[in-house]
C-alpha cells in the first residue's frame, strides 16, 4: 500500500461529526471567549483576536477530545478503565471527564511534568505514574499498560474523536469571529489543529488556518514535505504542551489537507508572548499556549486580518512562569547587562550609579571584578544588571554612559 493509500485509509472527522461532538459537549466544555487584543492588532496592522482556550475547564482545550472519546465508550470498555500519557493538560482532561463519566483513569506522566499539573490530575481523581522523559516514553508505557490490563488508551491527539472534539473550538471561532480571515493554533501532535482546521475550512474555505509550533520541537514542517508521519530525534522546548515527536496519523491527514502553513516559533519569542499576555490582556498563558501570539509578533505583516490567535492553554508552574516572565523582559530588551570600568576610589560607583539613576535605569545587581588583566592600576570593573523600558531606552543608556567617559562592554 502507497504513502498516498494509507493516508486515505485513515478516516479524518467532517464537518457534521464535529458538530455532533459539539452537542455532547454543550454541557461539559466552556464556550470560552473571544476578545480583540488592541496592543496586538497594533503590532499586526489589523484586528487581532485572542481565543482563550486557557479559560477552559481544567485550563485548555483538552477536556473537548478527551470527554467525548470517553462518552462513547461500551459500558465494557468503561468498566475496564482508561489510561492515558501526557505532560499534563490532557492528564487533565481525561481526569477530569472520567470523573465526570464515572470511569477509573490511570495517567503516565514523563518525569519533567509540572508539578501543578500533576496535582490537579491527582486531584480530578486520577492515578498517576511517572515514566521517562518525554510524553512520548510514557505513551509507550500507556500503550503497554493498556495490553496488559485491557484498560483503553485514551490518546492525546490520534483518534478520530479527539480530533472531532477538539473541532468544537473551530466551530466557536467561526460563530463567534465570522470575519475571520486567518486563524493561528499551537500544535503539538496536531489533534486541535486538525480538529480547528476542519470546521473552519468547513464553514468558510478562504479562512487560513496555520499551525505554530516550536523551533526545538517542529515535527510536522518534515512529515508534510515526506507526506507521512515522521518521529523527531530529540526534542529541546519550554513548551512542554506542544513537545510532541510524531504527528498522529489522523491529525496528520487533516492538517495535510486543511491546513495552509506550518511556521516555527523560538523559545524567546515564545518568552516574549507570555510576558505580554500577562502585561497587556492579564491572562496567564503557558508557554505552548502562546505559540500563536509569537508567531503574529514575529511576523506582523504575514497573516491576513482579522486574525484569531487560540491560546491553548494556562497551566504554568509558578516557578517556570517566573523565569519564562525573566526571560521574556530580557529577549524585549527589559534587562541590560553590561560590563563598566570605574575609577577604584571612594565615589566611582556612587557617580555610575547616578547617571544611570538620571536615565532612569533600575539597578537590579552589582558585582566588582579587580583582578583582570585588562584592567589599569586604579581601575574596577563592575558587573552590572539594570531595569529598562525596551530596546531603545537601553540603548540610550549605555550611549550616555560613553559619552560620559565610561568604558562599556555588552555580555561576555
Known amino acids: 500500500m502507497s504513502t498516498e493509500q494509507r493516508a486515505e485509509a485513515v478516516a479524518i472527522p467532517t464537518l457534521d461529526d464535529i458538530r455532533r461532538g459539539a452537542e455532547v459537549l454543550r454541557e461539559v466544555a466552556i464556550r470560552t471567549p473571544i476578545e480583540e487584543s488592541r496592543w496586538l492588532s497594533a503590532v499586526a496592522g489589523g484586528p487581532v483576536l485572542l481565543k482563550a482556550e486557557n479559560l477552559q475547564r481544567t485550563g485548555s482545550f483538552k477536556i473537548r477530545g478527551a470527554y467525548l472519546r470517553m462518552s462513547r465508550l461500551s459500558a ?147 512529515s508534510l514535505a515526506e507526506h507521512h508521519p515522521v518521529a523527531l530525534g530529540s526534542m529541546s522546548t519550554m513548551a512542554d504542551g506542544i513537545a510532541v515527536g510524531c504527528p498522529g496519523a489522523v491529525p496528520f491527514r487533516a492538517v495535510e489537507e486543511y491546513v495552509d502553513d506550518i511556521i516555527t516559533v523560538s523559545e524567546e519569542s515564545m518568552s516574549r508572548a507570555l510576558l505580554m499576555l500577562l502585561e497587556r490582556a492579564k491572562l496567564v498563558v503557558e508557554p505552548a499556549g502562546t505559540a500563536a501570539v509569537a508567531a503574529l509578533m514575529d511576523h506582523p505583516d504575514r497573516f491576513p486580518t482579522p486574525a484569531v490567535a487560540v491560546l491553548s492553554g494556562g497551566n504554568v508552574d509558578p516557578l517556570l512562569l517566573m523565569r519564562v516572565i525573566r526571560h521574556g523582559m530580557a529577549s524585549a530588551g527589559r534587562y541590560l547587562n553590561f560590563w563598566a570600568r570605574i575609577p577604584d576610589r571612594p565615589g566611582g560607583l556612587a557617580t555610575l550609579l547616578a547617571e544611570l539613576a538620571a536615565l532612569d535605569a533600575n539597578v537590579l545587581d552589582v558585582v566588582h571584578e579587580r583582578t583582570s588583566p585588562q584592567l589599569h592600576l586604579g581601575e574596577v570593573e563592575v558587573a552590572m544588571q539594570v531595569e529598562t523600558r525596551g530596546v531603545a531606552h537601553a540603548d540610550r543608556v549605555l550611549s550616555r554612559l560613553r559619552e560620559c567617559g565610561y568604558h562599556v562592554t555588552e555580555p561576555r
Open 76 to 222: 465494557e470498555e468503561r468498566a475496564a478503565g482508561v489510561v492515558a500519557a501526557s505532560a499534563g493538560n490532557h492528564a487533565q482532561g481525561v481526569a477530569l471527564a472520567a470523573g465526570l463519566l464515572g470511569i477509573k483513569a490511570t495517567v503516565f506522566m514523563p518525569g519533567g511534568a509540572p508539578i501543578p499539573k500533576e496535582k490537579a490530575t491527582r486531584g480530578y481523581g486520577a492515578e498517576v505514574v511517572f515514566e521517562g522523559h518525554t510524553v512520548d516514553d510514557a505513551l509507550v508505557r500507556a500503550k503497554a499498560f493498556a495490553e496488559e490490563t485491557g484498560a483503553v488508551l485514551i490518546h492525546p491527539f490520534d483518534h478520530f474523536d479527539i480530533v472531532a472534539g477538539q473541532g468544537s473550538c473551530g466551530l466557536e471561532i467561526m460563530e463567534q469571529a465570522p470575519q475571520a480571515r486567518t486563524v493561528l493554533v499551537p500544535t503539538g501532535g496536531g489533534g486541535l489543529l486538525a480538529g480547528i482546521a476542519t470546521a473552519v475550512k468547513a464553514v468558510d474555505p478562504r479562512v487560513r488556518v496555520v499551525g505554530v509550533q516550536a523551533e526545538g520541537a517542529a515535527a510536522y514542517p518534515r
